[in-house]
């Protein structure tokens, strides 16, 4: 198989080296606007070779990892590209506009669009993780819309690297998604900002900053490039889960205020549940 990878950043990348581990015998492309990270991937044997979109009628699969603002307006230029036999999917972290903005495209049946719920707080070629998805979900919406024998070639390499796969609604997607992963990297942005702020001293927040600390900044040290886009395409969602998460923080506020350290107690007590919800979920360690 032809397979063409644009951005080949840390997503496009472990895809690719599962690929080349799982596949030996496909051919791997690599189209990037950055000609640096195209010569890093080919030195790191993630691609075999540098591509562009003048080569898409080639591939037999496309998979697309690039900034969710960026995705809107390549991938009708893309599905233009490619032939009738090609799946082409996405990694990309909102799905309610790219799914609207493919929806009278005459190459709609050739687009899967895919959420691999995986990553690290790194980015570029020298990112990209073999075993990344293992156990990872893969959420994909509109499967209706794919061609079903397209489908099934991108599920079954889903399946070869070992995701789960969940169906679910573009809507509904951009709306969970704002709770559990935009929240979080809005809450690692602000209390990394919060501390850089109070904290003038840099090595003293190096020397005293712990474990528990360097967890909940980690992905502070994301990609603006990359999440600005996607706060802006699920704005109502984020502002919705971010006053919920804003009147929680008050009312801890008010609980320290008023010395009520019952029912700070009791405020974290019920939410040690999380610990229950959350196991087995796998982590990437770089």
Sequence with gaps: MNIFVIGVGLIGGSFAKDIKRLRPDSKLFGVDT???HLDEALSLNIIDEKSGYQDLSLADMVIVTIPVDVLVTELPKILNAVND???????????????????????????????????????????????LYNG????????????????????????????RIRYMNPLAHDR????????????????????????????????????????????????????T???EQNKENVVEILEDY?????????????????????????????KEILKGIPLNKQ
């Design 34 to 36: 950055n000609s640096s």
């Design 85 to 131: 036999d090609c799946v082409v999917f996405d990694g990309g972290s909102t799905k309610n506009l790219i799914c609207k903005s493919l929806a009278d495209h005459p190459k709609r049946r050739n687009f899967l669009a895919c959420h691999p719920i995986a990553g690290t707080e790194f980015s570029g070629p020298s990112a990209a993780i073999e075993g």
């Design 136 to 163: 990872k979900t893969n959420i994909i919406c509109e499967v209706e819309k794919t061609a079903f024998k397209l489908q099934e070639r991108a599920l079954g390499l889903f399946q070869e690297i070992g995701m």
């Design 176 to 227: 969970h998604i704002a709770y559990v992963s935009h929240l979080s990297h809005i809450s690692s942005f602000m209390l990394g900002k919060t501390v850089i702020e109070k904290e003038k001293n840099e090595r003293d927040i190096f020397d005293m900053a712990g474990s528990g600390f360097e967890s909940t900044v980690r992905l502070a040290k994301s990609s603006p490039a990359m999440w």
């Design 229 to 231: 886009p996607i706060f």
């Design 246 to 274: 804003i009147q929680n923080l008050e009312a801890f506020k008010a609980l320290l205020l008023e010395n009520d350290y019952g029912g700070i107690y009791s405020e974290m007590d019920n939410t040690n549940k999380i």
